[in-house]
């Protein structure tokens, strides 16, 4: 199922970015941990057009809440490193809502990642490390 969502996000994403003169659309692969509760998927797509203050993001969590890309604000760009951020209201079966923080940097030497998710409200965060591939360019 992860795949099918993979691949499908993937897809969104390509298609996205192709519109927008992406400078690149990158795949990245996260490690996984039962201590990150499902919130960090294992693939996350990413597509960044050049000079933009946003990027569209995608993962099975996203889809899953939104149903499309979401969109990330660029919080640093700069010669080592992209930092985007986004958001996501998410509601449990009891209809209660929550927000949730995204916080993905991108380190531009090695393809290197680093995800951190924050809830809103809440003392603890996830977060994990990872490596992006570069699968499309304008």
């Keep these: ?5 993979s691949a499908a996000c993937a897809a969104i994403i390509i298609g996205w970015g192709s519109t927008t003169h992406a400078a690149g659309t990158f795949q990245c692969q996260f490690e996984q941990m039962a201590s990150n509760m499902g919130w960090i998927e294992p693939v996350i ?5 050049k000079g933009a203050q946003t ?16 969109q ?13 951020v986004w958001n996501l209201t998410t509601q449990d079966n009891a209809g209660q809502n929550g927000k949730l ?9 090695d393809l290197s990642a ?12 996830f977060d994990a490390g990872g490596t992006c591939t570069e699968i499309a360019t304008p």
Excluded: C, E
């Excluded at 797509?45 to 057009?49: F, K, M, N, P």
């Design 45 to 49: 797509a990413l597509t960044h057009a």
């Design 114 to 125: 680093r995800i951190k998710v924050i809830p809103q409200g809440y003392i603890n965060s």
């Design 1 to 5: 199922m992860r795949l099918g969502v």
């Design 72 to 84: 990330a604000k660029v919080a640093t760009d700069n010669a080592k490193r992209t930092t985007y």
């Design 101 to 109: 923080v995204f916080r993905l940097t991108l380190m531009k030497a």
């Design 55 to 70: 990027a569209a993001v995608s993962d099975g969590v996203i889809l899953n809440y939104i149903g499309a890309p979401a």
